[in-house]
């Protein structure tokens, strides 16, 4: 199994500004994966985190928008920069731990609200 | 990854067993069926996964039919608890490398 931590947990910020979250694993992972879940709706991939690469983005998310760190293979960052309204979501951040189930383990998610 | 297909919401009685239908008409034949649920406020958490045979642990049993294209998530009791965005995927396992595309999720509701 994986415990994940991620923080902060939540927050409000104002429009224009940047806010980086946190993911910090409890064991090493190969990749890590960052999700968005916008009110009401299901979870998108924003992005994988590889460790010792640049992170790979999926279609509509871009790196200007969503940097992202992974300095080694228990940590990884997600910034939300010059953030608007619409960026308000919850962002969580994965891992999956090989074995017998090749299980995704989440994190509890970073609720962010953009004012 | 193939697509799925999930009914939107769904009601349970409590202490009845709440079925879950998924469609995967294009599953290809290296892909596995996952099952995942969110509930309110929390990360998905994973609850069962197979790829040809019936399967079954402490929290649920997958019914894959013998063409693979369709499946059944059985809670066999469910509770309170067990109200919650139920989603089927279809993927590859790949070493942990794989990302997961959820779709639309079944929310289904256990009614007292």
């Known amino acids: 199994s994986a415990v994940i931590s991620q923080k902060p947990s939540r927050d409000i910020c104002q429009r224009g500004t940047s806010l980086t979250i946190q993911c910090q694993v409890d064991?090493?992972?190969?990749?890590m994966f960052w999700y968005r879940q916008q009110p009401g709706q299901s979870l998108t991939l924003i992005a994988t985190?590889?460790?010792?690469?640049?992170?790979?983005?999926e279609s509509g998310f871009v790196i200007d928008k969503f940097p992202i760190s992974r300095p080694n293979l228990t940590f990884s960052t997600l910034t939300v920069s010059n953030m608007s309204p619409e960026d308000s979501s919850i962002y969580l951040c994965?891992?999956?731990?090989?074995?017998?189930?090749?299980?995704?383990?989440f994190g509890q998610g970073t609720r962010l609200t953009v004012v | 990854d193939a697509k799925t297909t999930q009914p939107t919401s769904m009601d349970c009685a409590e202490g009845r067993a709440a079925n879950l239908p998924c469609n995967h008409s294009t599953i290809s034949g290296n892909e596995y069926v996952y099952w995942y649920r969110q509930i309110h406020s929390q990360g998905p958490q994973y609850i069962i996964h197979g790829l040809k045979n019936n399967e079954t642990n402490e929290m649920a049993s997958l019914i894959i039919t013998e063409d693979r294209k369709s499946s059944t998530l059985i809670l066999p009791h469910a509770t309170l608890r067990d109200t919650a965005v139920y989603y089927c995927i279809v993927r590859v396992v790949n070493f942990g490398n794989e990302k997961l595309t959820f779709g639309t999720g079944t929310r289904l509701t256990i009614i007292p």
């Open positions: 994965s891992v999956e731990v090989l074995g017998v189930r090749d299980e995704a383990f």
């Open positions: 064991s090493q992972v190969t990749m």
């Open positions: 985190a590889n460790q010792g690469s640049e992170a790979t983005y």
